[in-house]
């Protein structure tokens, strides 16, 4: 069984950083393409930042572009977003997924994680 668990987020001024993790199980981690998405009050999902397909090369949203960072640690199994130079527009919960930048909602039937709340506010 896919498992999924999101950390780090939190209240940070406009300006900051946070470090999000998500803890990952239930499958092979390596060369999976993986996803962070993330879903702001009263919108729907958005695709923040992911690997491709072979789980090696990045890619991002334009909005968070050169703000933003994916990696994962192979050995942790687990993947992180380094978030700088927050912004109001980035407050959300943040989720990771399974999938690209195009295929990261084409697996319904895994389990949805905590998810973790990320507020940029003064």
């Known amino acids: 069984e896919v498992r999924l668990v999101e950390s780090g987020g939190g209240l940070v001024q406009p300006g900051g950083s946070l470090r999000l993790s998500c803890a990952t199980s239930?499958?092979?981690?390596?060369?999976?393409?993986m996803s962070w998405v993330r879903r702001a009050p009263d919108k729907g999902l958005e695709w923040v930042a992911g690997f491709g397909s072979g789980g090696v090369y990045t890619h991002y949203a334009d909005s968070v572009k050169g703000r933003f960072t994916i990696s994962r640690d192979y050995a942790k199994n687990t993947i992180y977003l380094e978030m700088n130079s927050l912004k109001s527009e980035d407050t959300a919960v943040y989720y990771c997924?399974?999938?690209?930048?195009?295929?990261?909602?084409?697996?319904?039937?895994?389990?949805w994680g905590p998810g973790t709340q990320v507020t940029v506010s003064s």
């Open positions: 239930g499958f092979t981690f390596s060369r999976t393409a």
């Open positions: 997924r399974i999938g690209d930048r195009t295929h990261w909602d084409s697996r319904p039937w895994d389990s």
